[in-house]
């Protein structure tokens, strides 16, 4: 049983456009989501994350919604650039269990 | 400190053979996790660490398995016996003490082939 799914295994997006992640959750428990990003032969790396008190973090170019009663989050990338072509994680956590879900991942193209 | 760092970058190994894999963590950091990542799927949580105390392992955490981290400083994940299904990617990753939630900070990880 998923209880962190990202149904889009791939996004194509042309440069300077936005692109938007999106991924849905299924543990009412879960009150703290995180981005990561990941290059290949990488491991993974922290992009943003957002607590269940709120509705929407920014950082820069980057903005996640959590919209709680539809258990949905998205990640919002304005404008797109080339170095954002990665495979974009989500994953959540319940505060007293430092255990993180993940998503399957979704992998971003930017197209020039 | 650059960040965790994990040894091997890649290990290849015969059906049946004792694998170790080590990670050093971001040294101010006290908790250390190992996942585990097959392709095309995300990171799978295996256990996690408090400084040297194991308080969490996953039912995929089988008897094969064993994780030390002795000092509270670098890890050791150890399998034993592997099978072809034990190929994946390991990632380790570690945290700040202050953080309330698990922002972690991964490695790059090492990949397994069982052949």
């Known amino acids: 049983d998923q209880q962190v799914k990202q149904n889009s295994p791939s996004l194509s997006v042309q440069e300077g456009r936005i692109s938007i992640l999106n991924c849905d959750y299924t543990n009412s428990m879960f009150d703290y989501f995180l981005w990561y990003k990941k290059y290949p032969a990488e491991g993974p790396t922290f992009l943003i994350s957002?607590?269940?008190i709120k509705d929407k973090n920014e950082d820069g170019r980057f903005t996640v919604f959590l919209n709680k009663s539809a258990k949905h989050l998205s990640l919002h990338i304005v404008p797109s650039q080339p170095g954002d072509s990665a495979v974009y994680f989500c994953a959540a956590s319940e505060n007293s269990n430092y255990q993180l879900i993940w998503g399957a991942g979704t992998k971003l193209i930017i197209k020039p | 400190d650059t960040g965790v760092s994990q040894d091997p970058r890649h290990k290849i190994t015969k059906r049946g053979q004792n694998v170790t894999f080590r990670c050093d963590p971001i040294s101010e950091h006290n908790r250390l996790y190992w996942y585990r990542q097959t392709l095309g799927q995300g990171p799978e949580f295996l256990t996690y660490?408090?400084?040297?105390?194991?308080?969490?392992k996953s039912r995929l955490l089988s008897d094969r398995f064993s994780a030390e981290r002795p000092k509270g400083s670098f890890s050791t994940l150890e399998i034993q016996r592997t099978e072809q299904g034990d190929s994946a990617m390991y990632l380790c990753a570690s945290t700040q003490p202050s953080s309330v939630a698990d922002t972690q900070y991964f490695g790059p990880g090492t990949r397994l082939t069982v052949l």
């Open positions: 957002i607590s269940s």
């Open positions: 660490f408090q400084n040297e105390a194991q308080l969490e």
